[in-house]
T-cell receptor, first 112, second 112 residues
Framework: DAGVTQSPTHLIKTRGQQVTLRCSPKSGHDTVSWYQQALGQGPQFIFQYYEEEERQRGNFPDRFSGHQFPNYSSELNVNALLLRDSALYLC???????????FGPGTRLLVL | DQQVKQNSPSLSVQEGRISILNCDYTNSMFDYFLWYKKYPAEGPTFLISISSIKDKNEDGRFTVFLNKSAKHLSLHIVPSQPGDSAVYFCAEGGGSNYKLTFGKGTLLTVNP
């Protein structure tokens, strides 16, 4: 049973660039959430996708956008990168009817 | 203002003894609480959860206690093992929210 997978594992970008991170949910899951984890902090909710639509959004600027595909996989896009966007980006999947979210290994983004 | 607080950044215990990790919350609207464990360079791993209608849930060596009047949650690990050494996050969810709100985490070190 495949768990949540994310790609790439690491990424280095420069300020002003754009980045796309990818996530495949756990087999059988239909809901994908994205979180940002800064050093020494807990994960912060960015947004959640269900049925290819953004269902809820956290306190993140419009530079952060996402997409969910018909196969339930998802992308997180960040435009006009800032130094403070450097963080671990976590994808979590779940079933719409269940509360528990299962996390992938994350993508470590470094913005120089 | 933090809705979920883990006031102990770190905890050190001896192998075989009990580890008690604590969490306080401010919002009574949430339906359930979860504990996750995180090793370096990995995503959070789901450990155990509890519904707000219960006051205890047990799974093997892990027991979570919920005190609603005190708005306090604790995770007990008995007996503690060196492999339990990791950062532990409590999170709350449910109500009108689809997201999980995390504390900052507690680093548990279990010494052989």
């Amino acid at each position: 049973d495949a768990g949540v997978t994310q790609s790439p594992t690491h990424l280095i970008k420069t300020r002003g660039q754009q980045v796309t991170l990818r996530c495949s949910p756990k087999s059988g899951h239909d809901t994908v959430s994205w979180y940002q984890q800064a050093l020494g902090q807990g994960p912060q909710f960015i947004f959640q996708y269900y049925e290819e639509e953004e269902r809820q959004r956290g306190n993140f600027p419009d530079r952060f956008s996402g997409h969910q595909f018909p196969n339930y996989s998802s992308e997180l896009n960040v435009n006009a990168l800032l130094l403070r966007d450097s963080a671990l980006y976590l994808c979590a999947s779940s079933l719409r009817s269940q509360e528990t979210q299962y996390f992938g290994p994350g993508t470590r983004l470094l913005v120089l | 203002d933090q809705q979920v607080k883990q006031n102990s950044p770190s905890l050190s215990v001896q192998e075989g003894r009990i580890s008690i990790l604590n969490c306080d919350y401010t919002n009574s609207m949430f339906d359930y609480f979860l504990w996750y464990k995180k090793y370096p360079a990995e995503g959070p791993t789901f450990l155990i959860s509890i519904s707000s209608i219960k006051d205890k849930n047990e799974d093997g060596r892990f027991t979570v206690f919920l005190n609603k009047s005190a708005k306090h949650l604790s995770l007990h690990i008995v007996p503690s093992q060196p492999g339990d050494s990791a950062v532990y996050f409590c999170a709350e969810g449910g109500g009108s929210n689809y997201k999980l709100t995390f504390g900052k985490g507690t680093l548990l070190t279990v010494n052989p």
